[in-house]
C-alpha cells in the first residue's frame, strides 16, 4: 500500500483514552458524568465520543448479565478436535457453533485442538444433551475434552489501555505503544 492510499494515523491522547476506560466500565454514564471524570466540559467530551466511535473503536454497547443469578451455574471449556483442517470443515463448525445459544466463546486454536469452546448452561444435563445430541453430531468433530471452571478468580471485558495515548495506525500496523 502506497502512503497516499494509507489513512493518516490519528493519535489517542490521555483525555481519549481515560474516556474509553470510563465506557468500558459503564457504558450508561451520562455525558455530563463522563465529561466530569475526564475534566472536559460536556460538548468537548460529546465531541470526543463521537470521534472515537466513527474510528470504528466501539464494537457495541451490552449489559452483562449474571449467569449465576440466571441459573446457569455450569461453565465448561471444550476443546474440539476435527478429523481434517480444511476449509469447508472449519466453515461448518464455526457456522454451527454460531446457532448455539450455550456457546459463549468460540476460538480457533493452534496446539493440539483446532477449537476451544465457553460453554454456560445450568446442569450436568444440558451439558450432556449439548455434547451428545448436538455436538458430537457436527459432521467431522473427532475429538471432544471438556474442562470445568471450579471457581471464577477473574472476568473482565475492559482492554488494556496506555494511559499515556495511543497512536492508531493502518490496520496492518501495530501501534508503537505496544511494541
Known amino acids: 500500500m502506497t502512503s497516499e492510499a494509507r489513512p ?6 490521555r483525555i481519549d483514552i481515560a474516556i474509553l476506560q470510563q465506557l468500558q466500565q459503564n457504558a450508561r454514564i451520562t455525558n455530563a458524568k463522563l465529561a466530569r471524570a475526564v475534566n472536559l466540559s460536556p460538548t468537548p467530551c460529546f465531541n470526543r465520543v463521537r470521534a472515537l466511535e466513527k474510528l470504528g473503536l466501539f464494537r457495541q454497547q451490552v449489559t452483562l448479565l449474571d449467569a449465576e443469578a440466571l441459573g446457569l451455574r455450569i461453565n465448561v471449556f471444550i476443546q474440539v478436535s476435527l ?3 480444511v476449509e469447508d470443515a472449519l466453515r461448518r463448525f464455526e457456522q454451527e457453533v454460531g446457532e448455539r445459544p450455550e456457546v459463549m466463546e468460540c ?7 483446532d ?4 460453554v454456560v ?7 450432556e444433551r449439548f ?20 471457581k471464577q478468580v477473574r472476568y473482565k471485558t475492559a482492554l488494556p489501555l496506555p ?9 496492518d500496523d501495530a501501534p508503537r505503544e505496544w511494541a
Open 121 to 127: 448452561v445450568p446442569d450436568m444435563q444440558s451439558l
Open 83 to 85: 478429523e481434517k483442517q
Open 115 to 118: 477449537y476451544l469452546l465457553r
Open 8 to 13: 493518516a494515523a490519528r493519535r489517542l491522547d
Open 131 to 150: 455434547i451428545v445430541q448436538w455436538l458430537t453430531k457436527i459432521p467431522g468433530v473427532s475429538n471432544i475434552r471438556s474442562s470445568f471452571a471450579l
Open 107 to 113: 476460538y480457533l486454536m493452534t496446539g493440539d485442538a
Open 163 to 171: 494511559v499515556a495515548g495511543l497512536t492508531l495506525s493502518a490496520q
